[in-house]
């Protein structure tokens, strides 16, 4: 309930402030607006570029993907599930 009443004195606050301060949130937002779309080109151009160079060695992405190694690590979490298992059912037992 505190948090009812506090988002809603804060929104009313936020809203009379907006009305008050008008000219100065144009501003501010005029400042924001190219800063975050410069970021925001930034971030897609670096994961653009990260994703064209991963197309470009097919090869090294598939010798390290996980189906590799896929059945030893099978073996080696099912044996560790199996201990798991035991130290489980003794601790029971005790």
Do not use: C, H, R
């Amino acid at each position: 309930m505190k948090t009812l009443i506090g988002g809603a004195i804060a929104a009313a606050l936020g809203l009379v402030g907006l009305v008050i301060w008008w000219g100065q949130f144009l501003m501010v937002l005029a400042g924001i607006v190219p800063a975050m779309l410069l970021l925001g080109g930034a971030l897609a151009v670096y994961l653009g570029f990260d994703e064209l160079k991963d197309s470009w060695n097919p090869d090294e992405t598939a010798e390290s993907s996980p189906a590799s190694g896929e059945g030893e690590e099978v073996e080696k979490y099912k044996k560790e599930i199996d201990e798991l298992k035991e130290e489980i059912k003794t601790l029971k037992d005790d």
